[in-house]
């Protein structure tokens, strides 16, 4: 049987992709939802700065998930990787992921497809902490071009999901321009403008969520291929 899978969340948004992408990839899967969705405004207000305090929020949601039986922890706010490590050391023995390690390994495992030597991955984040915390997670051998649009975020807080698509869209030709043979999309939020960004490249897009099911699959109940 699946164990249950604990998702934990820091931004509203990203509460609907994950549930529809294991609808789609994993109907079968047993869910959990946590939302705390102060964790991504202290952040903003703290500029970004991961203290011993929010670690310690991180591992105590971690703690609350396994203690309702959860034997898989996924993360869906890609900013906060050093704070989901120090709770993947406490529970070692199950799958505690942060969102965008599984997303990474297959951003670099096309972009070196595509461009060898000289692989260059686009990365798109709409909320200005993710990058930050995200691009030291990627190995120093691939050039990484990274884009900023917060106003994608606003858009999704005042339902503008189009203008949403389309501000993502943009900013993956302003990275194809730059070199970019792989757009990575850093935020499960930012799942939805997948098909967007892949129409106006022509490049192959990386979402968290479908990269993250895919690994929880593997860990859990093997070989998905």
């Not at 071009?145 to 993502?168: F, I, K, N, S, T």
């Not at 990275?175 to 935020?187: P, S, T, W, Y």
Request: a negative charge; proline letters at 5%.
């Amino acid at each position: 049987m699946t164990p249950r899978i604990a998702l934990i969340h820091a931004l509203a948004h990203s509460v609907a992709p994950i549930n529809q992408a294991f609808a789609t990839q994993w109907p079968t899967a047993v869910l959990m939802n946590l939302l705390d969705d102060s964790l991504s405004a202290d952040l903003a207000r703290s500029g970004g700065v991961l203290d011993a305090s929010m670690n310690a929020r991180f591992v105590a949601l971690t703690d609350y998930a396994v203690g309702t039986g959860a034997g898989a922890v996924l993360f869906t706010c890609s900013a906060f990787g050093p704070c989901i490590e120090q709770a993947a050391a406490r529970h070692a023995l199950i799958p505690v992921l942060k969102p965008n390690e599984a997303m990474i390994d297959d951003a670099v495992a096309a972009a070196i497809t595509a461009g060898g030597s000289a692989a260059c991955i686009g990365l798109i984040a709409s909320f200005a902490p993710t990058l930050s915390s995200m691009p030291p997670e990627f190995p120093d051998n691939i050039r990484l071009e990274c884009e900023l649009v917060e106003d994608a975020m606003l858009a999704l807080d005042q339902g503008a999901l189009e203008r949403h698509d389309d501000l993502v869209a943009a900013a993956a030709i302003r990275l194809r321009e730059r070199g970019a043979q792989v757009i990575a999309l850093a935020q499960f939020s930012m799942a939805r403008a997948a098909d967007a960004v892949a129409h106006a490249t022509g490049l192959p897009v990386l979402t968290t969520p479908s990269s993250a099911i895919r690994l929880l699959q593997r860990r859990l109940i093997g070989d998905q291929k």
